[in-house]
């Protein structure tokens, strides 16, 4: 069974920065490096969001509130997928979660097959 462990959380103040990572295996059947990986996060209260992705290629997409300050990568090697956060605000406070998908690479959580349980990040202004 697919075990996904965020880590890197915690908190920052209003224009900080912090790397999440996310280390996964078990792909029973599946290569890590073929999975599109992708970030979510869920405030309080709100529904759980893309932030950003990443497919098999490289390729990758984010989420509007975070372009340009959000970078998703990964290292195939170590089953490994990151998210570089910079220039951190109050509204990014939120639990995150990284999620595997085996065929649709998108923003859209109803596409990923596994999940992690969440590491939380806290901005402060």
């Known amino acids: 069974q697919a075990q996904l462990v965020e880590s890197g959380g915690g908190s920052v103040q209003d224009g900080g920065s912090m790397r999440l990572s996310c280390a996964s295996s078990g792909y029973t059947g599946y290569t890590y490096s073929k999975l599109c990986m992708g970030w979510f996060r869920q405030a309080p209260g709100k529904e759980r969001e893309g932030v950003a992705a990443i497919s098999s290629d490289g390729s990758t997409s984010y989420a509007d509130p975070v372009k340009g300050r959000f970078t998703v990568s990964r290292d195939n090697a170590k089953n490994t997928l990151y998210l570089q956060m910079n220039s951190l605000k109050p509204e990014d406070s939120a639990m995150y979660y990284c999620?595997?998908?085996?065929?649709?690479?998108?923003?859209?959580?109803?596409?990923?097959?596994?999940w992690g349980q969440g590491t939380q990040v806290t901005v402060s202004s």
């Open positions: 999620g595997a998908a085996r065929s649709l690479c998108a923003l859209a959580q109803s596409g990923y097959n596994y």
